[in-house]
């Protein structure tokens, strides 16, 4: 019986460096892996960015709501919008003309950037309304794809 153990013993050792020599993966199955990661980004990967692009949007509109918020009242107190040459400044900061200035009336001591990182366009008076407020959109230029313009009368819809 003692015979029998160490030939078993050798037999497991066989074994062990056998399956040690082909652990491991081939050239074939590390490609099909690649492939099928290679197809889920390129699935997935758009609806991302497509998410994206549209939260920003969504976020530049909120923006605007708010300044337009703001715009009114500042025209509550000093009883005009502010020019065009005093832009949204003079919701920071009190213009030279006005007398009566109750703010600031944004949150932050500045004006705040669109989503793509440009000033928001301002007009006194606007086309539609008093006032327009648009955004540059990601191109920015204004007149582009994605460019936003919101004037006093669709913002009180």
Partial sequence: MRAILPLKASTLSKRRALRSARAGYTLVEMLVVLA???????????RVLNYLSESKVKTAQIQMENISSALDL????????????EGLSALARRPAGASVWNGPYLKSAN??????????LYRAPGQNGPYDIGSLGPEGREGGAGSITRSRDTAAR
């Fill in 36 to 46: 099928i990661i290679g197809s889920i980004v390129g699935l997935v990967g758009p």
């Fill in 74 to 85: 500042f025209y509550l107190d000093v009883g005009r919008y502010p020019a065009t040459e």
């Fill in 111 to 120: 004006v705040p950037k669109d989503p793509w990182g440009h000033d928001y």
